[in-house]
């Protein structure tokens, strides 16, 4: 227990007297301050026992003596100590009777007794208060370390509740509950569902509090880097104490070690991964298949995509998690939430092959990833059109063409079917393609010939330079906000989106076919 009003007035050496406050000698006391200003509120923090002698205080004006300690109760102050026999033989009327009226525990401390004395009792007991949590800490940590190595996750989960005089409860990577202690908190854990599918979504070591002041529940992410394993949830009527923060990060520790899966057997899994997709590549999918096993068996039996994904360049900064490792980890989150399996097979920090269903969450997570975090972590990513297990090498170069393609257009991702569309293709005859070409870049050859501007010559170098306004607009000698007013008007004239890609695939067909080639 930390110090408090009443342990301080049984300590025989200190000799204090309570005259006031009589029934708040409960408060633990957090410092004992001394302090002769007449107003010190600015300089407290809450929690001190104040110490005055009144020396600058006119401790017999009732009114001035009401002000003063409501605005210590106020700050909370809990308790003041003064020291008779020094500006006053006794304790003047006026400020028992504010201290009464306020309620704030008002001790008498004889001339004989220093505040330097009550300053180290308090500091005493601190420090034993402290060293008592601390090893009562230990003394968790070494329990919940032999709960799990002779019974295991659960076992240290139903120790830690015992600790913290609540409850506790474990997650897997998917966020379902897989050990919760007492029996009933499985339950309560299940509604924190959301909240654990949120903390999954940040980096670990990541937590959260959530819940009231009579239900307060910790939740703490477990797993090293991007790679959240699972999560700890901790209930609890209170904030947590010194020993019982000890026994939770203890648990954190423990419970990481057991949901992370050995070094060893990471590099074995993907070691079968990578032969896996050098059988498929190879035209083996039967053998492929045999292999696999029930690992990723289940990915073959249904059209899955090729994604090769590579850093776009740049450089990393110091300490970063490489970013093909840091989309492996997101990609297998989301394989381990929504129970699909996945094949990922790195190929040093320089590039990395994954097969994933097609059209499930791990497709999904990949799209939200270049939309979110790709391009900032510096990836690109090509994505082929779904396929089966006799098509792999095919879905391979897919992947690859786009991949080129998003290097090309400075995009984090690019799926191959998107370079198949528009309505350029079904034209392929020289005459057929020219007639095209001459009818789309008509409107703007028109306004040109008028005198009102550059427009084709702006659509070229904006095209061939994929998009980029600064190049773009240097080649043309213009600044970029002409560029971009020019590419305003091709739009409103043509009536088509630069956004498109297969309009921008048309419009450069048709400069090309024209003879206006970049």
């Known amino acids: 227990m930390p110090p408090t009003l009443a342990s301080l007035v049984q300590h025989s050496a200190l000799k204090l007297t309570v005259r006031a406050g009589q029934d708040r000698l409960d408060t633990p006391v957090r410092w004992a301050h001394a302090s002769e200003l007449a107003d010190p509120v600015p300089y407290m923090e809450g929690g001190e026992l104040l110490l005055v002698t009144a020396t600058n205080l006119d401790a017999e004006d009732p009114e001035a003596m009401r002000g003063y300690v409501r605005r210590l109760a106020g700050a909370g102050v809990v308790g003041l100590g003064f020291a ?4 006053y033989d006794a304790i003047p009327d006026a400020l028992l009777d504010a201290a009464r009226e306020a309620d704030l525990p008002l001790l008498e401390v004889p001339r004989r007794t220093p505040f330097l004395a009550i300053s180290k009792a308090v500091s005493a007991a601190i420090a034993a208060e402290q060293y008592r949590a ?9 329990e919940l370390t032999r709960a799990a190595l002779a019974e295991g996750p659960d076992a240290v989960v139903a120790r830690l509740a015992a600790h913290v005089d609540g409850w506790a409860a474990l997650y897997d990577a998917s966020g379902a509950v897989v050990s919760a202690a007492p029996e009933w908190a499985a339950r309560r854990a299940a509604r924190l569902t959301p909240d654990v599918e949120r903390l999954r979504e940040r980096a670990a070591p990541a937590s959260a509090v959530v819940g009231g002041t009579d239900d307060r529940v910790e939740l703490q992410s477990l797993g090293t880097g991007r790679r959240v394993r699972g999560a700890l949830a901790v209930g609890t009527g209170a904030p947590l104490g010194t020993a019982e923060r000890y026994a939770v990060h203890s648990a954190i520790a423990l419970l990481t070690l057991t949901t992370e899966r050995s070094r060893s057997l990471q590099a074995a899994e993907q070691r079968l991964g990578a032969a896996v997709l050098r059988m498929l590549l190879a035209g083996q999918p039967d053998h492929a298949r045999a292999v696999a096993g029930d690992l ?8 899955f995509r090729m994604l090769v994904a590579e850093p776009a360049g740049g450089e990393r900064e110091a300490g970063a998690e490489p ?10 989150a989301a394989a381990a939430r929504s129970g699909e399996p996945v094949l990922t097979v790195p190929e040093g920090d320089d590039r990395l092959l994954v097969l994933a269903g097609d059209g499930g969450a791990v497709t999904a997570a990949c799209e939200r990833y270049a939309e979110s975090e790709a391009e900032e972590a ?3 990513v090509g994505l082929s059109a779904p396929t089966g297990p006799i098509a792999a090498a095919t879905a391979y170069k897919q992947a690859e063409q786009a991949l080129s393609v998003a290097r090309r257009r400075g995009k984090a991702l690019v799926e191959h079917e998107d370079l198949a569309a528009g309505s350029v293709l079904p034209l392929l005859a020289d005459d057929a393609v020219r007639a095209f070409a001459d009818g789309l870049l008509r409107a703007l050859r028109e306004h040109d010939a008028t005198g009102r501007g550059d427009l084709v010559a702006s659509l070229r170098a904006w095209l061939s330079r994929h998009g980029q306004w600064d190049a773009a607009a240097a080649d043309l000698g213009v600044h970029r906000h002409t560029l971009r007013y020019r590419m305003r008007r091709v739009e409103e004239i043509l009536g088509r ?3 498109d890609p297969d309009a921008r695939m048309e419009l450069w067909l048709a400069l090309k076919a024209t003879g206006d080639k970049p």
């Open 296 to 303: 990723y068996g289940g990915l073959l039996d249904a059209p």
């Open 84 to 87: 008779v026999g020094v500006t």
């Open 497 to 499: 989106s630069l956004d």
């Open 323 to 332: 970013p093909l490792r840091a989309l492996a980890d997101f990609l297998e």
């Open 134 to 142: 601390v090893t009562a800490g230990f003394e968790a940590q070494r």
């Open 378 to 380: 510096g990836l690109v």
